[in-house]
């Protein structure tokens, strides 16, 4: 059979080409995916600064809340303890352990500063000068002994002496330990710890010695050591690996639908071949083997294809992943055979599989099927059809209430998204149903348009409902898909932005990424015109204590503010208490969050900040907020103090009503190296850029989603339109002009996209309009009318042209050699 | 599962059908295209069916050739009941011992001429024969056609290649659904030769239904199909002879309907 199967691709090269695209694009997709899987999972990060220590220990970067399941990762460098140094020394096998601190020295060339002794980690070599004193400082090449530098150092400005010059990565500078121990600014703790050992040791055994220290220790070997020294890493990681899984997963599926769909309308148009085999005596299982083994000869081509694009789109969407800040730029892009075994795996079991479906089909028509003619109007009702229509249909209605009803905020997007899907495979299932449907409502107008042609078009889809079904319904999934995931991106954007603008009473904010201290925030308090001004610090922590608290295991949104009166400029509504006592430990809770874990102003709860620290704060405040959208609100000074940098890098400044303070600030701000100040928009911004990012990752998935239907859109157009050949002979033999015919078929293209549009409009609107009311304020999408407009043009011109272009070649023949080839 | 042309039958009738009807459709709408049709095809001869249109001739044909099971009755080809065959022994049976050529789209669009007559033995598993595939082609005259594809060539062509494709298996039965139906005179006769040829030289048995009384004549028999039931014979038929019964059976077809109204 398979001799046949080379012989019928051969001849019928055209009918596979949708197949063989779709499973280049999917292998490539899937394959990238699995890259990006692999690079999550391996976390490459080649350890530098401390490549000389064999083993370097950390503290552990998540924190399991009591009574939880799953932890929260730790978003700050929790850190070890100082007194852990002695304890490492004194396990077998260690020769030394070196503590290390890190914290932001900003200056030309340099990012980081360290203790001197953790330079051996690296090692770093003296090249000339000698070893920093308090006040000295040793500095990669460019620098000579003698010279003085500034760093800015926690938002103020730090001269120090350059004392010598050192051999190592570059990018860091070395303080006396004195000095770093002060300007590190967390007494009593190292951010890790490296550790050296003889040469010959047997490391892992030290490193299940040094484990069994202390439960809440990282050790680290190899190529792990990398996430020590960048500890953002390890919630990056995750993130990697979540969306790489789920685009991976939905590519996958994706691409089985695409291919099983064109695979079975290639099969589904040979129907009379398959009954003439079997009436010359071909088997059914010799006709399952021949598709199968077609499909086979079109795929694994199309995978070994598709694993050249493959290799470079996980490299690309990596390098995109890693500009908007999901992945981190420090992590090696790796790409082993596994991810090429899981692409080329899952293309060619998609391929395999979709072929047995349409091959059980195929290898049941009886051989008569090869003597009739083939009829126009196929039986396509089913009982098992309208129970699966009826069960997605019900699962799409069941989505839409329990999004509109138990949903909350953001999470709405977790049933949105897939009662999409729910709808749009219901309504296709039962696609000649709605497509009569929607016949029925474009009929008259149609007729009352376009004359003779627009009839005859009229009757002709009348007739062929079920093909015009079968062309209409990938357009209607394209338009679905891609309208309601791109205005769901787009309504949440606008509606979390809305949730922050409405309570944010800043006029302007003072930048740093170097950080701003607190004597500049007293210099802006002093500007004439300003009512208030306040640190502004984001972090994410866990309550603890009480354990029901509303949050997930992603953690809850801290957000740290200074103390405050009414003119203050913290985003919030208060309901209770004030924030003016915001100091120390204290707390102010959204109104839900305090109403659902039974606390009140003056009681107190626990919570883990950012870098693993217990604290217990007393609750100062109540506020209202969006439901879905509740942060908590904490001292400034508390939240800083557990974040990686310890930094405080934006101060929000309110002015007095009709003053406007910009000028005065740009003139304080310009006294301050790194200072800048921008105004409200640009705080908004910064504040949706997760949900930016977010979207932007959905942007890219349902591109590929858009992509996808599009090929069977195009697919399914031309495959038909060019099985009508004779259709098209007949009526210009008949006295059709050429003109005629394609102004027919114009029309039916016409109702075609028609027929898509509108389908697959309401379909998104379902999934949409509960969307909408449950994350904004109102029951309609926000977003830009141009998304709407391309999406329906681009599927207009889709079908115009996957049935005029095919058509006019068809009919350049002439009428009196209808081809034997159908 | 090789070749069993060489077994020797017991009987001298190729095919033999008993009390067979087919009825399509359910409750009201059934109709009963073959209503109870007994006859036995001996070996060796050329017989053909004739009836107006819609008098279950093309029906027969498939429960004959087993293309198509009956509703009730049996159908036995060599012996074989073919009620007892599951769908691949009945496919097996079929490519071993029928040969069957349709009214149109007998061919792979595919394949090109000499691989479309080589097809039944290479799903049976076995080498083409060359000479044997070369002498059938040239003689239906297509000897210097064998690379074209069946879109290049006539509707004659194409039907005097599918019979090549079913006397090259040397079946022990030939079908053909009205073969020259779609055909000029002479090509027609061309193809009514082709036919019978093999059933002088070889021994073997064709049925073939047809309208046309001058294709009729060629056969060795005419059985007369209306309304599902065998309406009479005639051996060594003349083209008028034929004609003449057709008249008489349409008009008896004609009376019965008004009849039955
Ligand atoms: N697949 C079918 N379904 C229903 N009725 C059929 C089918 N095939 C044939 N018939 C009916 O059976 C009768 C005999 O048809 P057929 O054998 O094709 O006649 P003939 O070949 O002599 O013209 C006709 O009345 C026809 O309408
Ligand atoms: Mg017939």
Redesign the pocket.
Known sequence: MMRLAVRTLRFRKGGFIATFVAVVFGTAIVMACGGLMETGIRSNVEPSRLAGAPIVVTGKQSHLRPGAEDATPLPERVGVPASLVAKIRSVEGVSAAIGDLTFPAIAPDVAEGHNWSSARLAPYRLTSGHAPADGQVVTGPGHRPGDRVTFLINGEPAHLVVSGVAAGPAGHAFFSDRDAAQLAGRPGRFADIGVLVASGTDIDAVKDRLQALDANITVSTGVDRGTAEHPGTEAQRTALIAIAGSFGGIATMTMMFVVASTLALSAQHREREFALLRGIGTTPGQVRRMILGESLLVSIPAVLLGCVPGIFLGRFLFDQLGSHGVASPVVEFSQGPIPFAAGAGAAVLAAIGAALIAARKSAKIRPLEALMEASLQRKWFSWVRLLFGLLFLGGGLALLIVTATVMSGPLAGATAGPSVLCWAIGVALLGPFWTKAVLLVLRWPVQALTGVNGRLAILNVSARSVAMSAAAMPVMLAVGISTANLYMQTTQVHAASEAFTRDLRADAVLVSPAGLSLKLLDQVRSVPGVASASAFVRSTGVIDEPRNAPFDEEGAPLLGVNAQGHDGTAPVRLTGGSLTGLTGSTVALPDYVASKIGRRIGSEITMTLGDGTAVKLRVVATFAAERGYETIILPAELVAAHTTDGLTKQILVRSDPGTDVRPALTKLAAAHPGVQVADRDALVASNIEDLQTQAWINYMLVGMLIAYTAVSVVNTLVSTTLRRRREFALQRLTGSTRTQVLRMLTTESTLIALTGILLGTLVALACLLPYAATVSTTALPTGPLWIYLVIITTATLLTFTSTLLPATTTLRHSPTQPTHTD | MRRKQEIVSRTEHSVVLHDVRRV??RGSNA?T?LDGISIAFARGTFTAIM??????????LHCAAGLDRPTSGSVTIDDQPLAELNERRLTELRRERIGFVFQSFNLLPALTVWQNVCLPQELDGRRPQRAAVRAVLDRVGLGDRHKNRPGELSGGQQQRVAIARALVARPAVIFADEPTGALDTQTAADVLELLREPVRSQGQTVVM?THDPVAASYADQVVF?AD?VLAGSLTAPTAEQVADRMTHLGARSKLSMAVAR
């Open positions: 399509y459709g109709v295209a009836g107006p249109s819609g008098s279950g001739k093309s029906t027969f239904v199909l599902g």
